[in-house]
């Protein structure tokens, strides 16, 4: 029975996962080829989706942490490194390795120092234009330093008995700073270029890409895992206004219809705090009985939600070969034909590449847990 509860549940965050993946892809279609009749999705709500999709990284990979505490007293450091790296390296790598080997299927030139792709440091200091292609890999970067540095602190607020209200204190300490690294970077290193072409490329350096400007996101997903797993009561409570939480949280994310990549310092120290807070209320909501996601059963959204990992990292690949080839397709370039040619092939090599290396690892990964 507690099984069947599980795989319910995890419903509505397959919904929220292939919704996540769809807005990214819109945005991005509308950022290397301004679609006409898709540039007012993909610009003014698409960029939200990588916001959504830390909130659920952040409840996911902490829940496990957490249950891990309170079944256990502890976490297994090497079995969370085991599993991340079976899940993320194999799909990342091939990516990279595909843009250095063959540069026709870059969406842009040049690329970066390959070591930065590889150490999973490339969202500091980017500027698309010195390392345009695979840009879109920041949002991975951030979440990478995210696993590599959670367990640790989870071990070390063991270590020294404080792990509830150090944990609380931390990750208020944590929202807080960012304020002050957006402000800073915002004062320092954006300001500066106010009106001239630069400024743009450097709002984006300083606030965008950078880990310290946007774990947001990531800390609201820890903190609803913390709720979830050590405060039960208020737990209980959340959970009963499922569909009410869903229409909030809907309300806010049209919010961001006016704060839309505000560029302004007040913008920037308050646009990703707001967006990433309506995602979590939105992740709360499909993780509530009362809500409708938690029950509805769609394949369209479980498949896309299976094959979201694959699809983020290739679908950029993707829209510029076929973008590319429009006129070896006879197809119009601003045509709806082409952007749904790319959302299909997009989905098609998310199933090949699911098959060919996805699950043949994941069963490595189980060997290596049960033997290692």
């Given at each position: 029975?507690?099984?069947?509860?599980?795989?319910?549940k995890?419903l509505?965050l397959?919904?929220?996962?292939?919704l996540?993946?769809?807005?990214?892809?819109?945005?991005?279609?509308?950022?290397?080829f301004?679609?006409?009749?898709?540039?007012?999705?993909?610009?003014?709500?698409?960029?939200?989706g990588?916001d959504?999709?830390?909130?659920?990284?952040?409840?996911?990979?902490?829940?496990?942490?957490?249950?891990?505490?309170?079944?256990?007293?502890k976490?297994?450091?090497?079995?969370?490194?085991?599993?991340?790296?079976?899940?993320?390296?194999?799909?990342?790598?091939?990516?990279?390795?595909?843009y250095?080997l063959?540069?026709y299927i870059?969406?842009a030139?040049p690329?970066?120092?390959?070591?930065?792709?590889?150490?999973?440091?490339?969202?500091?200091?980017?500027?698309n234009?010195?390392?345009?292609?695979?840009?879109?890999a920041w949002?991975?970067?951030?979440?990478?330093?995210?696993?590599?540095v959670?367990?640790?602190?989870?071990?070390?607020?063991?270590q020294?008995?404080i792990?509830h209200?150090?944990?609380?204190?931390?990750?208020?300490?944590?929202?807080l700073?960012?304020?002050f690294?957006?402000?800073f970077?915002y004062?320092?290193?954006v300001?500066?270029?106010?009106?001239?072409?630069?400024?743009?490329?450097?709002?984006?350096?300083?606030?965008?890409?950078?880990?310290?400007c946007?774990?947001?996101?990531?800390?609201?997903?820890?903190?609803?895992a913390?709720?979830?797993?050590?405060?039960?009561?208020i737990?209980?409570?959340?959970l009963?206004?499922g569909?009410?939480l869903?229409?909030?949280?809907?309300l806010?994310?049209?919010s961001?219809?006016?704060?839309?990549?505000?560029?302004?310092?007040?913008?920037?120290?308050?646009?990703?705090p707001?967006?990433?807070?309506?995602?979590?209320?939105?992740v709360?909501s499909?993780?509530?009985?009362n809500?409708f996601l938690?029950?509805?059963k769609?394949r369209?959204?479980?498949?896309v939600?299976?094959?979201?990992?694959?699809?983020?990292l290739?679908?950029k690949l993707i829209?510029?070969v076929v973008q590319?080839?429009?006129?070896?397709?006879?197809?119009a370039?601003?045509?709806?034909l082409?952007?749904i040619?790319?959302a299909?092939?997009?989905?098609?090599?998310?199933?090949v590449?699911?098959?060919?290396?996805?699950?043949p690892?994941?069963?490595l990964?189980n060997?290596a847990?049960?033997?290692w």
């Open positions: 029975m507690k099984e069947e509860k599980s795989s319910v995890l509505g397959d919904h929220l996962r292939a996540a993946i769809i807005m990214v892809f819109f945005f991005h279609y509308g950022t290397l301004p679609h006409p009749r898709w540039v007012y999705l993909s610009g003014i709500i698409g960029w939200t990588v959504l999709f830390f909130v659920l990284s952040g409840y996911l990979i902490s829940s496990k942490l957490f249950e891990e505490v309170a079944r256990y007293g976490i297994s450091w090497k079995d969370f490194f085991i599993k991340r790296v079976f899940r993320i390296f194999p799909l990342f790598f091939l990516i990279v390795g595909a250095a063959f540069p870059r969406e030139e690329m970066g120092p390959i070591w930065r792709y590889l150490t999973f440091t490339q969202n500091f200091l980017l500027d234009r010195i390392s345009g292609t695979f840009v879109h949002s991975l970067c951030v979440e990478e330093q995210f696993y590599l959670l367990p640790a602190i989870v071990i070390v607020l063991l020294f008995k792990f209200k150090g944990g609380i204190y931390l990750l208020i300490g944590l929202f700073l960012g304020f690294m957006r402000y970077s004062t320092h290193f300001q500066p270029y106010s009106g001239s072409s630069e400024f743009n490329y450097k709002w984006s350096e300083f606030i965008y890409y950078p880990t310290y946007r774990l947001d996101g990531l800390i609201f997903g820890v903190s609803i913390a709720i979830f797993q050590f405060l039960p009561q737990k209980e409570k959340l009963k206004y569909n009410i869903f229409m909030v949280s809907l806010m994310v049209c961001t219809i006016v704060l839309n990549h505000n560029m302004s310092l007040f913008g920037s120290m308050i646009t990703f707001i967006v990433d807070f309506s995602m979590a209320i939105m709360l499909a993780l509530s009985p809500c938690y029950t509805l769609s369209f959204t479980s498949l939600a299976t094959y979201s990992y694959s699809a983020y290739f679908h829209i510029h590319a080839n429009y006129k070896a397709l006879h197809l370039q601003d045509g709806t082409i952007f040619l790319s299909l092939v997009t989905l098609a090599l998310s199933f590449l699911n098959r060919i290396i996805e699950r690892f994941l069963k990964r060997k847990l049960a033997t």
